[in-house]
């Protein structure tokens, strides 16, 4: 598991709860065992934790566990446990779910992969939603020494000036209209609150098309 493995996945904005996700290395799938520890998140920000995932890292590109040799991965029978609510995948693309899914009886709640203007995934997006999974976009805002760079791009300034709302906001918002769900990260206050004030306005199709065109096919994180 990571250090700092949970993290808030989504929290409703007129009640207190709260939906909480971890990551395990996928190397350690073989190896995960439950804990005791489901509702120390909720505990502590005074929420219910309505659900719960749990998430195999996949760390090394392209390398796909085998679980044909046992009756059921240790997630799966997390699920069937009441362990947790949920189970879903972190870093997987097309040749690697095409490959597990048929492997597996509980079908993954989501993906998580890096998604963010620059590096849009649109092949990969469409795939998993089709089989009824959610996406979900980390780095939304392009990662670690790119953030700069992505919302300070000339277009999405364009278009946050045309709506009166920050750079930020329209790229949460051209995840959320693209049905990818976000997570950006953030410790301060106010960029907290304004990552949820994305839903009183909508981006036009020349917003949405013209945010389509800034795609590099350039990831900045290497798995």
Not at 119 to 142: L, N, S, T
Not at 182 to 197: D, W, Y
Request: proline share 6%; hydrophobic share 35%; glycine share 6%.
């Amino acid at each position: 598991m990571y250090p700092n493995p949970c993290f808030a996945s989504g929290r409703t904005s007129t009640t207190n709860l709260l939906v909480v996700g971890t990551s395990c290395c996928r190397t350690r799938i073989g190896k995960y065992k439950t804990d005791n520890q489901k509702n120390a998140g909720g505990k502590e920000c005074g929420a219910r934790i309505i659900s719960e995932i749990r998430m195999p890292h996949n760390e090394v590109p392209m390398a796909v566990p085998k679980l044909a040799a046992v009756k059921k991965s240790p997630f799966e029978k997390s699920v069937e446990e009441g362990a947790v609510r949920s189970i879903g995948l972190s870093n997987w693309y097309i040749k690697e779910l095409t490959e597990f899914l048929p492997q597996v009886d509980v079908v993954p709640a989501l993906v998580q992969n890096e998604i963010h203007p620059f590096y849009q995934d649109r092949d990969v997006v469409p795939f998993i939603q089709e089989k009824g999974i959610v996406e979900q976009a980390w780095f939304p805002f392009g990662g670690r020494g790119w953030t700069k760079s992505v919302l300070g791009h000339p277009e999405i300034a364009k278009i946050a000036k045309a709506h009166g709302k920050t750079a930020a906001q329209i790229v949460l918002r051209w995840n959320l209209q693209r049905n990818v769900s976000v997570i950006p990260g953030s410790s301060n206050p106010a960029h907290i609150r304004e990552n949820t004030e994305i839903f009183d306005f909508e981006l036009s199709d020349s917003d949405m098309k013209a945010i389509a065109a800034l795609d590099r096919h350039e990831k900045h994180e290497w798995y």
